[in-house]
Every structure is written in structure tokens, then in C-alpha cells.
């Protein structure tokens, strides 16, 4: 028992080839369920190696559980039960790296790559924190919610753009907005019931279901979610983007937000989530005033992004909770603001104050509104009269409605599916409206497909078009 | 009607001010709905203003719902229906800004403050990203688990220092391991349940219960989590911390991890979360080889974190999945990684693979192990024969437990309240190990407190030692 011969042992320390062996030896059987070890010192003898090693190597296994030491009576075997007998691992099956399609015009997604000004503007402004900030003194600061001064600056933001007069207080960070759309999930019960918008923007009905709670898509008007749709659902909390939703880019109309309001204030339980991801992106008129800016009874969850303007730089977003919401969720906060690091938060603070976030923001809302400059007059002459462009002043994307010749009446999802498959062979990814829509949609005789046009190159817009006018011609 | 006086404007904008004006008209009744404004020459000349202006103006209030705009035939006043009169916005409830005790030696909590060697750690690889690394091309790689990079930086880790086999598609990145508990918690059905520990972290428990799931409470024994309760628990996910149970520091033994493996294999959908959250500071022998690597039927999703040897300078962790999971997965994978940002994962990628992470770990592996024979030293000197140290080796916290006088038997956990109220009027923050279960936990006569000594000056710990000696002598 126990006869190893450390001169096998190859390239292993004394300490792992003892190890090994008796762990070996007591896996397969070899050494025996409670049968008793010889003492250290015979060991140390009978292999010529320190009472240190031995002590090491038994103390390992006594760790682990293959032993069992009993005080002042020496080393056990432990009683395994039936071990499996010892295979070696199969290789994993191929876990393919990356799902990105290899398009190279892509209409249907977000981009991936950042745009040079957000990634120059963040390496500027990681740079200074790096060199200027009193790091030990932001740790100091943190709260669950966020770093005090990061809310600060963002209850300024949103005073100066959104019309909303906010104590700090209310603000939480965490990295990206679903995180947040997360929190906001959690604050429902597990039987609640979230009213989505329908088409809409597939990770909120998502990351509610993903949540364990029944999302309900409810159906839009000219002016917004449909009343009677969200009235009929049950909901409790109904999460909407009235500035500009996706991806139909409608604006609620402010009647409709004073309904919203209204239903809110019917029920103690009843929230809105105003999720304004691009309200920075208005590419005509002034911004749209926020429905929490009109909000006097506190029922408006804001949620806002920098992933338009910075993203995939850094992944930051914020919401703004009514004070209410903000105390029962005091034990959650700090998951979410736990997910944004501090130094992320402090250059994120740094642009802010500094006046370099606007800056960025103003000169690329410029640059998105010269490509869809671009991107509609190219697409106008390539498909003449039969498009027309909704909501393009709106943000990030617009609809495109093609209008459809007598043969295709009726057969509308039929037109776009065909289009988007001839796009698809020619490396062009383009998404049809209804493929954002969970319900039936009224048809009109057109064709719709949603264009988030924000990082095509010149040269990729006019190939679009091209390409756009070229299929809808043969297909269609 | 209409009759604005523009002099009287103030500092506003002719645009700002008259946009106001129709707004406040509309929102009070003035103008009435389907009333039918002037032309826009009209209003040019009534106010004195460019066309541009007036067109700006209208438009805006058409894009916000409270004027229609209908072709060839003018602007219109919108049915608002009944709104609310305008009232002045309550100022929020004040929220508190921060929850964070002001307690100056903590042992019941993680630190809030960073090692210093971290923070000059992720400082200088932060800038060896900006100084050094192609974003661009960073960008164009990720995927929606992370950077390739990092994900094989961090495949060789696991398999450096635990023993792990893994191909690195398996590995999903994400700012913390609660993001990536969230993940698990998605995976199961909304009527699943997972099993936990207890005593255990009680944000495990917690994010299971706030997706929506059940979480249900599983006793321990000196060999781990005890599989009486984990079968009768009707369990398909099973969350454990083989390498260093939290609170209890405990070790799950070999045998109980077979064991493990047995209950997984019965059923497919059955899994195991292995968290090994603090594994690369055990203290005393090596490291406890994980319960992923002795796993030939891929049921163990592992997770390890940067939190214990980073934290809080960024939040990151990452979860090695079978790679059927893997395969499940794919929809909720980017969730994770878009949580952590790209330059964040290639300062992790060139720690890991210039060594420096590694001389870090092994540094502060010396310092956490100076403090806790210092802690131990103290503590056993002020306290004497009734102080005992439980899992002092296992990792960053250890199990203090004290033998109480025949006066406290059967009333231990009013000893552990008691010493912990009193303590807290001194300043000191102390964790009852009963505090951590939500089962009633077997008594012995003594009383049991968790501490997290590894951010305590030297100082503080003799601080500590002191008090705590002189409250149990008079207390208890």
C-alpha cells in the first residue's frame, strides 16, 4: 500500500505526485473506504520526502474530501460511494464564436462598430481620468445607485434636454438599458402583466418574458398605443417609447400621454416606462418634451441611453425613478448601478461637464442627418414615385413604404418577405415592419421595411439604393 | 385669437415663445379642437416673424399631437380631450443619496474601497489599451459572448488554474456575476426551481426570486449541500459553491461532488451552477480542483469572477457553459457580454496575458493571508480559550465561533444579536452566520460570526481583536 516510487514521478513536484497517486489510488478502489493511513512520519520515511510534503499532500486530500482526519487518530480513507469510473473528457462539441452575419450592408441591425468621434471622445475622456481624477475619493463616494456626481450631471442633462426637474437622487446608472429594462421587470409580481407595443422593439417583450412575466403586445394608432388595447390587457405596468418609437418611429401624441397618465393614475399599482432611447436624434424641430416632464403624480419610469451616441463605446444608460418606485427598489439598486464601473461613470461625468458630450452629439446628429439626406433622395430616384418616407424626422431610422402594384394587393407580407430574401442574396440586410409585430398588422397596399441608416458609409447608401431598386423592379 | 404680443417675449426665442404660447392656448382651451388656424402667411404677418419661424413652430406642435396638419388645407386644433389643469410639479420626496452605513471597521460587508495594487493594476492596462490596441479591429471581432481574445485568455486561465478543458466559445463574459446569475436564472422555465444553500449569499437566492423563480433552501453538512434536501426539493438547477461556500467557508467534499454529478445525470434538464467566486485565494495547500473539471456529461455551468481580486476598480465575471447550454443560449448570450464594454475586456485580455494579473493575485494572496494571521493572532489573544477559527484557509472570510457560558445554551442566537448590536454602537460591523439562513441553522453552544477581514488595515484588525474581546467579556 501506498508503494510509490518518486523517482517515476517525471517532471511533477514531490507534493503533486503524491497527491496524485493517492488520489488516484483512492478513486479507483485501490485504497479502500475507511481504512487507515500510516502515520506521517512512516510516510515521510517509506518515501523520503519532509514531513512537510506529506503534511501537504494528506492535508490537500483531507481537503478535497478523499480523507478524513480524525484528531490525535491519523488519516482515513474517505467512503466515496460508486465513483464513475474514470473516462477521459470528451471534447467539447464546436461552440461557434460569432453569430455576426457577413453583411455588408445592413439595414436590419444595429451597427457594431462605433462611430470614430464617440471612440475618440471616450479615449479622451478615459485619458483624463486617468491622469486628473482622485480615484480613492470616487470609490468613497459610490452609492447603489451610482456616483453621486455622474447623477448630478445627469439630472442636468435631462433637465437642459428633457424638460424634467430631478433630484440626483432618483437617478440609478447601470451598463446599458436592458439592464435597466431588468430592474424594471423585477419590480412587477411574478403573476403581473407588462403592456408592450406592437411592432416594437423585440428585447423589451423579451427580457420580460426572459423575467418570468407575461409581456402583452397592444396594438398602435396614429397617435400611440391604443387605449382599448392596453385597457383590455390587464397590465400594470406598460413600457412605451413616445418619442420616437420603434419601429414604426411614431410620436405619441400629447393627448395620448395624458391618457397614458390618466390610466396610470386609475390604479396605486399602475406604471409607465418611458423608454427614450433616441430623443437626442430628432433630426427636424426641436426635441419632443418628455412624458415624465408632464408627469405630476410620479407613474413615469424614464429610461435613457448614451448607446445611441456612444455606443458600442461604453454601454451606459439611466433611469429616472419616481420617488416612490426609488424606495421600494432600495435593496435592486444596487445591482444595476453595480454594473457600471466607476471609472466608465467618471469619464462618462467628465463629457458631460466639460461640454464635450454635447459637442459629439450635435456634430453627429449632423452626420446621421446627411446620410439620411443621402439615403432619401438615392432611394427616390431609384424607386420613383411608388416610396414614400414616414417618420423620418423622427431619429435614428425611418419606414420606407414602397407602394405595391394591383397583383401584390393583399399579398403585402408576401412582397416583403420576397424582397428581403432578394436582398439577402446580394449581402444586403434589410427588415420588414411586420417582422417587428407579434399581431396582425392593417395593410394598405404598401410594402414597409425599417432603415437604421446611422452607420452606412456614402458609398454604402448609394449601393443600397441601387441594389433597392434594382430588386424591387424585378420582384415585385 | 392668436393675438400675441412678440415684445413681451423676454429672453425666449420668436420660435420658443410663440411655440409656448399655441401650446398653453391648446393645453387650456383657448383654442378650441377642430379649430381651424389662420394660414401660415396670415400668421407671418399678424407677428411680425419669417415664415420659417411660424412653419417651426406649427410643426413642432403637429409632431407633439397638439395641432393637426392636413393637406391643402391647413392646421387645425387637436381633440385633447379632458387634461388635467396645469399644475405646478411637486418637488420629489427627497431619495437618499447614499445607504452605505458609515461603519469604520466593517467585517459584515464586501469593501467598497479598492486594493491599492488592483487599482494601479487596471489603471496602467487601461492604458496600455488606449495607448496600444486596435480598436477598430477589437470592434470587428466581438461577438455577442465577448472578445475572442479575452475569451481564449480566459479559457487558458481555467485551465491553468482549475483544471478545466474548455474550448473558448463556451465562455460568456458580462459585468458581474450577477449578470451572469440573471442568465442562469433565465435558462430555467418560469416554474422551475433552483436549489441554494443555506446559510448562503443572499443575492442568490434573491436574483433567482426576483426573475420570478423559486429559490428553495437546502441545509448543509460538513460535506456541502445535503442531498435529502436537494431531492426532496423538486429542483432542476442546483447553485453551489463547491470551493468555498459562502458563509460558511465549508468545502464540499469529493464525494458529495460525485454525488452532485449522479443527481444532474438522472434527469436532462437537470444542471449544476458551480460559483467559485473566491477560488484563487485559498490561503493554505492549492487550489480545490473545480467540480466543472471532473464533469465528463457537461452539466455544470461554471462561474468565476474578477471581483475578489479586482473588484470594485470594474465589475467583471464570466461563466463557462456546456456547450449544449451554449447552444440554448444564443438569444439572451449578448445580453451578458453587452454589459462589458470592449476597452474594459482588452484591459482584462492584457493582464492576463502579460502575467501581471497573475503577480497581483499572488501578491495579494500574501497580503489577505498577513491580515488574516494577524486577525487571528488578535482575536485569539483578546478572546482566549473561547474563540475557535473555522475554514480559516478556505479563502477571503472565515467562521469565528465562540463557546458560550452554560447561561447562553439553547440561546445562541441571542448571544450572536447581542454582540452584534453592540459592536455596531462601536462602530463595528459584525455578521451573525445565522444571518445568512433562512432555516433554522443546528446549535452546539456556540455563537458564530462571519468575517470578511481582506480590506482591514492593520490597525483596524487590532481595533477589532480589541473590542470584540472586551464586548464578549462584558456582553455575553
Known amino acids: 500500500m501506498l508503494d510509490y516510487d518518486l523517482s517515476s514521478r517525471g517532471s511533477l513536484s514531490r507534493f503533486e505526485y503524491l497527491y496524485r497517486r493517492i488520489r488516484d489510488d483512492i478513486a479507483s478502489g485501490t485504497l479502500a473506504a475507511d481504512e ?9 520515511r517509506q518515501w523520503g520526502v519532509s514531513l512537510i510534503t506529506v503534511e501537504s499532500a494528506l492535508g490537500q486530500l ?69 491622469a486628473g481624477e482622485d480615484l480613492d475619493e470616487a470609490f468613497s463616494a459610490l452609492t447603489p445607485q451610482g456616483l453621486p456626481r455622474l447623477q448630478a450631471d445627469i439630472a442636468h442633462l435631462v433637465a437642459h434636454t428633457r424638460g424634467m426637474q430631478v433630484d440626483p437622487g432618483q437617478i440609478v446608472v447601470g451598463a446599458g438599458a436592458q439592464v435597466l429594462y431588468q430592474l424594471v421587470a423585477e419590480l412587477l409580481g411574478a403573476d403581473a402583466v407588462c403592456a408592450v407595443e406592437d411592432p416594437g422593439f423585440p428585447r423589451i417583450a423579451k427580457t420580460y418574458e426572459a423575467a418570468g412575466r407575461r409581456a402583452v403586445p397592444c396594438r398602435l394608432d396614429g397617435e400611440g398605443i391604443r387605449m382599448e388595447d392596453l385597457e383590455a390587457s390587464g397590465a400594470t405596468i406598460v413600457h412605451v417609447m413616445p418619442s420616437h418609437q420603434f419601429p414604426t418611429g411614431r410620436v405619441t401624441s400629447i393627448a395620448r400621454r395624458y391618457e397614458l397618465l390618466g390610466w396610470a393614475s386609475e390604479d396605486p399599482a399602475r406604471l409607465i ?21 408632464i408627469d405630476a403624480e410620479g407613474k413615469t419610469i424614464y429610461i435613457g441611453t448614451f448607446s445611441k451616441s456612444l455606443g458600442p463605446v461604453v454601454r451606459a444608460a439611466y433611469a429616472v425613478l419616481p420617488p416612490a418606485v426609488a424606495a421600494r427598489f432600495q435593496e435592486r439598486l444596487s445591482f444595476a448601478a453595480g454594473t457600471l464601473g466607476v471609472i466608465d461613470q467618471l469619464a462618462l461625468a467628465r463629457m458631460l461637464e466639460d461640454g464635450s458630450y454635447e459637442s459629439h452629439v450635435a456634430r453627429y446628429r449632423r452626420q446621421v442627418k446627411e446620410r439620411r439626406d443621402l439615403l432619401m433622395g438615392e432611394l427616390a430616384s431609384a424607386l420613383g414615385e411608388s416610396a414614400t418616407f414616414e417618420e423620418a424626422d423622427s431619429g435614428l431610422h425611418m419606414v420606407l413604404a414602397l407602394s405595391l402594384s394591383e397583383a401584390w394587393q393583399g399579398r403585402e407580407r408576401e412582397a416583403e418577405e420576397r424582397l428581403v430574401a432578394a436582398a439577402r442574396k446580394e449581402g444586403v440586410g434589410l427588415a420588414a415592419l411586420s417582422s417587428y409585430a407579434r399581431l396582425p398588422i392593417s395593410r394598405d397596399g404598401h410594402a414597409r421595411f425599417v432603415l437604421q441608416y446611422e452607420r452606412l458609409s456614402e458609398g454604402d447608401i448609394r449601393r443600397f439604393a441601387r441594389i433597392i431598386g434594382e430588386l424591387a423592379e424585378k420582384e415585385l
Open 273 to 293: 416606462v418611458e423608454d427614450d432611447y433616441d430623443c437626442e436624434f430628432r433630426l427636424a424641430g426641436h426635441p419632443i418634451p418628455s412624458l415624465a416632464s
Open 36 to 44: 487507515k493511513l500510516p502515520s506521517k512520519r512512516q510516510l515521510s
Open 62 to 130: 483531507v481537503a478535497e474530501g478523499y480523507l478524513i482526519a480524525k484528531e490525535r487518530r491519523g488519516y482515513y480513507v474517505a467512503s466515496l460511494g460508486k465513483l464513475p469510473s474514470p473516462t477521459a473528457r470528451p471534447l467539447p462539441e464546436h461552440v461557434p464564436g460569432t453569430f455576426r452575419e457577413q453583411l455588408q450592408i445592413d439595414t436590419s441591425r444595429l451597427p457594431v462598430q462605433p462611430d470614430a468621434g464617440a471612440l475618440a471622445l471616450w479615449e479622451r475622456s478615459l485619458r483624463g481620468v486617468l
